[in-house]
């Protein structure tokens, strides 16, 4: 919405939540989302043509074009626990905006939803016999964090989605002129309802199928010798495959690509397609068979154990350039180390203490976790080193003084292969890499 805001000046963004504290920090200079570049767009637009508040149902009924925005988790009970999308607050919304009404309006899917949730809310709003028209759109968010605020101003497109009815392709149309003031023309898809909807689940299970795909031949790598990097690199030169998502890594993270795979599997299992779920199930297996694998070959490399030993942990948001945890990789490997009764020394630049100690189910100070201010603190005196998130500072850490620091032998496990495995070893590091022979 800051992007639309600070692109189309003569369009008012009205952001509204019920969370008081939330819109606080939207309205202060310390946003509630670390993302590159954010600040200075809210900062250059609030109070101008983009305002932040709770009045929902006055921000409803003014608007002409409502964005729904909402959460959309995995189920935890119920029919389709574990793997279906919890859409309780996608139609909490619809229902609200019915009661408030306010005139027609296009009410436009931005949340990361099923197939034919559209048609759900479109039963709600019609339902609503308020004499107002309401048009479904589907415009799914093709961004990733850390980057976002190049992907918004650069897309590689805009997807606009809508009924195959004049008043849907006028709904559509509108939509795209909004982001016509700075997307060109061809970036910008229109596509019917569900294909716009089903494309958002799908873009994300292929990235996350390629995660998984080399990350399982790093298993390979590591059993025979071979660098990944090295097989990354050449079958991404084919132009048939391309470079892009090959990096291996101690798995994938963030809110959506375990999510919506597990949405697609469940959408697939619904429409009696067990064998396309079980495919695609695998992918996110691989993800959790990665996170072990990379705890066991530390237990195996630290003489069979990792019980009273001191591990830094460096990064625990999912990626860099992010203070985002959801399903950061970070949290299940920390929850093995523990398990294993090791001494957790942690650290990350942009999470803060409370998230870390929160995810984990502990105190300060309880169940062997310590939060640090800084990488040095975490390292001194510990027994092995583990990169978890792939932070450009971890790159200029003078290693030499931290080895001298460090219990010996020294061990450094690198989750995210982004460390001089090589120049760490001259210094006296015992190193280990993901795929790494």
Same mark, same amino acid.
């Given at each position: 919405?800051?992007?639309?805001?600070?692109?189309?000046?003569? !369009?008012?963004? /009205?952001?509204?939540?019920?969370?008081?504290?939330?819109?606080?920090?939207?309205?202060?200079?310390?946003?509630?989302? %670390?993302?590159?570049?954010? /600040?200075?767009?809210?900062?250059?637009?609030?109070?101008?043509?983009?305002?932040?508040? +709770?009045?929902?149902?006055?921000?409803?009924?003014? $608007?002409?074009?409502?964005?729904?925005?909402?959460?959309?988790? +995995?189920?935890?009970?119920?029919?389709?626990?574990?793997?279906?999308?919890?859409?309780?607050?996608?139609?909490?919304?619809?229902?609200?905006?019915?009661?408030?009404?306010?005139?027609?309006?296009?009410?436009?899917?931005?949340?990361?939803?099923?197939?034919?949730?559209?048609? @759900?809310?479109?039963?709600?709003?019609? #339902?609503?016999?308020?004499?107002?028209?309401?048009?479904?759109?589907?415009?799914?968010?093709?961004?990733?964090?850390?980057?976002?605020?190049?992907?918004?101003?650069?897309?590689?497109?805009?997807?606009?989605?809508?009924?195959?009815?004049?008043?849907?392709?006028?709904?559509?149309? =509108?939509?795209?002129?909004?982001?016509?003031?700075?997307?060109?023309?061809?970036?910008? !898809?229109?596509?019917?309802?569900?294909?716009?909807?089903?494309?958002?689940?799908?873009?994300? $299970?292929?990235?996350?199928?390629?995660?998984?795909?080399?990350?399982?031949?790093?298993? *390979?790598?590591?059993?025979?010798?071979?660098?990944?990097?090295?097989?990354?690199?050449?079958?991404g030169a084919d132009s048939r495959i391309g470079p892009k998502f090959l990096k291996s890594s101690v798995g994938f993270g963030g809110s959506c690509f375990q999510k919506d !795979?597990?949405?697609?599997?469940?959408?697939?299992?619904? %429409?009696?397609?067990?064998?396309?779920?079980?495919?695609? /199930?695998?992918?996110?297996?691989?993800?959790?068979?990665?996170?072990?694998? %990379?705890?066991?070959?530390? &237990?195996?490399?630290?003489?069979?154990?990792?019980?009273?030993?001191?591990?830094?942990?460096?990064?625990?948001?999912?990626?860099?350039?992010?203070?985002?945890?959801?399903? #950061?990789?970070? &949290?299940?490997?920390?929850?093995?180390?523990?398990?294993?009764?090791?001494?957790?020394?942690?650290?990350?630049?942009? =999470?803060?203490?409370?998230?870390?100690?929160? +995810? *984990?189910?502990?105190?300060?100070?309880?169940? @062997?976790?310590?939060?640090?201010?800084?990488?040095?603190?975490?390292?001194?005196?510990?027994?092995?080193?583990?990169?978890?998130?792939?932070?450009?500072?971890?790159?200029?850490?003078?290693?030499a003084k931290i080895h001298a620091q460090m219990e010996q032998p020294a061990f450094l496990f690198d989750g995210r292969n982004v460390l001089d495995l090589k120049a760490l070893?001259?210094?006296?590091?015992? /190193?280990?890499?993901?795929?790494?022979?």
């Amino acid at each position: 919405m800051a992007m639309i805001a600070d692109k189309c000046e003569d !369009i008012q963004v /009205t952001v509204v939540d019920l969370n008081a504290e939330r819109v606080d920090g939207w309205n202060s200079d310390d946003l509630p989302v %670390f993302e590159p570049g954010l /600040t200075e767009i809210v900062l250059r637009r609030r109070g101008k043509n983009l305002f932040f508040t +709770t009045a929902v149902k006055d921000g409803i009924r003014e $608007a002409d074009v409502i964005f729904i925005s909402v959460n959309t988790p +995995t189920k935890t009970s119920g029919v389709g626990a574990g793997k279906a999308a919890d859409l309780r607050y996608v139609e909490s919304c619809a229902r609200q905006i019915a009661e408030v009404g306010g005139g027609d309006k296009i009410v436009v899917e931005k949340s990361t939803v099923p197939v034919r949730t559209a048609h @759900s809310v479109q039963e709600i709003l019609s #339902s609503a016999e308020n004499g107002h028209s309401y048009q479904v759109i589907s415009n799914p968010e093709f961004l990733a964090e850390g980057t976002a605020m190049k992907d918004l101003e650069k897309p590689d497109r805009v997807l606009v989605g809508g009924t195959v009815t004049p008043e849907g392709r006028a709904a559509v149309d =509108v939509i795209a002129s909004i982001y016509a003031q700075w997307v060109p023309q061809e970036r910008i !898809i229109k596509t019917n309802l569900w294909s716009s909807e089903l494309s958002k689940l799908t873009a994300n $299970a292929f990235l996350a199928q390629r995660v998984s795909s080399i990350n399982s031949i790093s298993a *390979l790598c590591e059993a025979t010798g071979a660098d990944v990097d090295e097989v990354s690199h050449a079958i991404g030169a084919d132009s048939r495959i391309g470079p892009k998502f090959l990096k291996s890594s101690v798995g994938f993270g963030g809110s959506c690509f375990q999510k919506d !795979i597990l949405n697609l599997t469940y959408l697939c299992e619904h %429409f009696g397609l067990p064998e396309i779920a079980e495919y695609w /199930t695998k992918v996110v297996e691989m993800n959790d068979l990665q996170k072990k694998r %990379f705890v066991t070959r530390m &237990i195996d490399a630290m003489f069979n154990t990792v019980s009273g030993k001191k591990i830094a942990v460096l990064g625990y948001a999912f990626k860099k350039d992010t203070n985002d945890v959801r399903e #950061s990789p970070a &949290i299940d490997v920390c929850r093995y180390l523990l398990d294993e009764t090791a001494e957790l020394r942690v650290y990350d630049p942009k =999470v803060e203490p409370e998230t870390i100690l929160s +995810t *984990l189910g502990t105190k300060e100070g309880e169940d @062997s976790v310590s939060i640090c201010k800084d990488p040095y603190e975490a390292c001194e005196g510990s027994h092995a080193i583990a990169v978890l998130t792939e932070w450009d500072e971890f790159n200029d850490l003078d290693f030499a003084k931290i080895h001298a620091q460090m219990e010996q032998p020294a061990f450094l496990f690198d989750g995210r292969n982004v460390l001089d495995l090589k120049a760490l070893e001259e210094i006296g590091f015992r /190193t280990y890499g993901i795929g790494k022979g």
